[in-house]
């Protein structure tokens, strides 16, 4: 038998519950991907690029046109200049940007500051590279970063930071104030920054995405990663991407290249054919925020208790007024007893004791909404 790398990881919990979920037939509001299908016109894409014979390896740091689909895009969105061919790398995913950005960085005996609620990819993806992953807090139920225990953390063997904003699974944002405290703990350090930026085009009310694209000083230090799963409801492609400056980009593709090499081809000029043409993303946070208000709408005056969503297609509720049960046992029971999946936010702790609380995906059908909900109000 092998000695494991990674002793406390088991299934996750979203295979857990989707599994669950679709033995007993119950609603899925756990897993984070959406019940509809992406536009057809997407599709019509990858087929005709297939047969127009792009079916074979995709350069390694990905298609010339997505990279330079990708670079226009930070430069319109967040007035930042990143060089297609030295500073953007297309991934199969943004999970596996997460562990080449991780793995170019880390060395046994390193540590990397992470937020919990964490997604659940950053510390296996940072221990399986021998480093430490120190643990933050944001605490129930505002969420907000403790900028000096973040200071406090730092010690010398710190090497990065892993960020998430819009969050999963918290829904709250990075503001403008916590990009300066940001700035001001990073500054004059050798620390780098893992930004998880794939939910950058979910975000409500009016909000500003503050990339790390936008503020120059972080932008230096960061590897930014984006996801077209969510961007254009194609998880299942698993298509996504690392922006970074040169230099770390060039550590960033020594080990993408020996991950995955590339990623699927046809997919890739599909979606820069649709980045081009600046399809999908402008109206996504629009799209969602209707879905969130709908789901809001369709459970007020229930028992459940909504936090803030301000972004991200997640809806956290507490559900203190109904049982005082734990998360774990109430989401299984929930799913068995009342036919709704959802995730207990437990999953994404590491240190402290769980809320009474859940995570809901609104990224679901208004029908699939009304339903859920029509159970949930019940309780
Ligand atoms: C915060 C966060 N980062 C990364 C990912 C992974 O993205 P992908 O599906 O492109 O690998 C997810 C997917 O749920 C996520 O929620």
Request: hydrophobic share 40%.
């Amino acid at each position: 038998m092998i000695q494991s790398k990674l002793p406390n990881v088991g299934t996750t919990i979203f295979t857990v519950m989707s599994k669950l979920a679709a033995d007993l037939g119950a609603i899925n509001l756990s897993q984070g991907f959406p019940d509809f299908d992406c536009d057809p016109a997407l599709v019509d894409a990858v087929a005709k690029h297939m047969r127009e014979g792009r079916n074979q390896y995709a350069p390694m740091q990905g298609v010339p046109v997505l990279r330079q689909a990708i670079a226009a895009k930070f430069g319109e969105l967040y007035g930042a200049s990143y060089d297609p061919e030295t500073e953007v790398t297309v991934t199969s995913g943004g999970t596996e940007a997460i562990f080449d950005a991780v793995a170019a960085v880390v060395r046994p005996g390193d540590e990397v500051i992470v937020f919990e609620p964490c997604y659940d990819s950053y510390v296996p993806a940072v221990e399986v590279n021998g480093g430490t992953a120190v643990v933050v807090s944001l605490r129930y139920p505002d969420y907000a970063v403790p900028w000096d225990e973040v200071r406090a953390a730092i010690t010398p063997r710190t090497k990065m930071i892993a960020l998430n904003s819009p969050h999963n699974p918290t829904a709250t944002i990075l503001s403008a104030a916590d990009m300066q405290q940001l700035a001001s703990i990073v500054d004059g350090t050798n620390l780098t920054i893992m930004s998880d930026e794939v939910y950058e085009h979910i975000i409500f009310d009016g909000a500003r995405h503050e990339s790390m694209a936008r503020h120059d000083a972080l932008r230096a230090r960061s590897f930014i990663v984006g996801s077209f799963g969510k961007t254009y409801h194609v998880t299942g492609w698993k298509l996504g991407y690392v922006v970074a400056p040169a230099a770390l980009t060039a550590e960033f593709r020594k080990v993408h290249q020996f991950v995955t090499f590339s990623s699927m081809t046809p997919t890739q000029y599909a979606i820069a054919d649709f980045l081009a043409e600046r399809r999908g993303y402008p109206e996504l946070a629009a799209f969602y925020q209707r879905k969130r208000d709908l789901f809001l709408e369709l459970i007020d005056g229930s028992r459940w208790r909504p936090l803030p969503s301000r972004g991200t297609y997640f809806q956290i509720l507490d559900y203190s007024a109904i049982t005082g049960e734990k998360d774990m046992d109430f989401a299984l029971r929930l799913t068995r007893e009342h036919g709704v999946a959802s995730i207990p936010t437990s999953a994404f702790l590491y240190r402290q004791a769980p809320p009474l609380a859940l995570r809901f995906c609104f990224a679901k059908k208004d029908d699939t909404l009304r339903a859920a909900a029509e159970r949930l109000v019940r309780m």
